[in-house]
């Protein structure tokens, strides 16, 4: 298993990027290659709230993947996590 921690921008289907931090790793069981994790916006939209696919990840170093939004929590009255499925070979 591949993990990757740290800063990243996802950008919505409309091109606006939103930086924050992503938790991500792969995983390969029972024969099923993916990846996903969660990512953590540094500021919130309504855009953002709802968005679910059509997206991509950007990880430093221009490495970017193709995800989806598989569900969204609220931690704080200020912030969110975003659960991610990746599709296609992990940025990482």
Not at 30 to 48: K, V
Not at 68 to 77: F, M, N, Q, Y
Request: hydrophobic share 35%; charged share 15%.
């Amino acid at each position: 298993m591949t993990t990757y921690s740290g800063p990243a921008r996802l950008t919505l289907s409309d091109g606006t990027r939103v930086s924050g931090m992503a938790s991500l790793s792969t995983n390969q069981r029972g024969g099923i290659d993916g990846w996903g994790g969660t990512f953590r916006p540094d500021q919130i939209s309504a855009d953002l709230k709802n968005a679910t696919d059509g997206l991509s990840l950007e990880l430093p170093y221009d490495q970017i993947g193709a995800v989806e939004v598989t569900g969204v929590r609220k931690l704080l009255a200020t912030q969110i996590l975003m659960q991610l499925a990746g599709s296609g070979p992990a940025p990482f």
